[in-house]
Nanobody, 122 residues
């Protein structure tokens, strides 16, 4: 059973930056780590993904150029650096682990963290 623990959420103003972290109990199970977000009343959506071994990445179009996903294999930790945040990006951000390389659908992930709230004020 893979356990994922997110941290780093908070309240920021529009245009600010924030870095989220996701510590995994192990990474032997998963190929890909992903970040998703879910705003109230909306479906959970893909934000970014990274492959443990190759560090290949994929981003949602809405965050390209502003968000960066990275990983530290020694710490089994994945990061999401978020710059130029917008109020509409207020959501609970979830970390996920899956076996499908760079999947963008929630069904492609087997384990989920508890989520961390990001609030962007205007």
């Amino acid at each position: 059973q893979v356990q994922l623990v997110e941290s780093g959420g908070g309240v920021v103003q529009a245009g600010d930056s924030l870095r989220l972290s996701c510590a995994a109990s192990e990474r032997t199970f998963s190929s890909t780590m992903g970040w998703f977000r879910q705003a109230p009343g909306k479906e959970r959506e893909f934000v970014a993904g990274i492959v443990w071994f190759t560090s290949s990445t994929k981003y949602a179009d809405s965050v390209k150029g502003r968000f960066t996903i990275s990983r530290d294999n020694a710490k089994n930790t994945v990061y999401l650096q978020m710059n130029s945040l917008k109020p509409e990006e207020t959501a609970v951000y979830y970390c996920a682990a899956g076996r499908l390389p760079l999947a963008t659908a929630t069904a492609g992930y087997d384990y989920w963290g508890q989520g961390t709230q990001v609030t962007v004020s205007s």
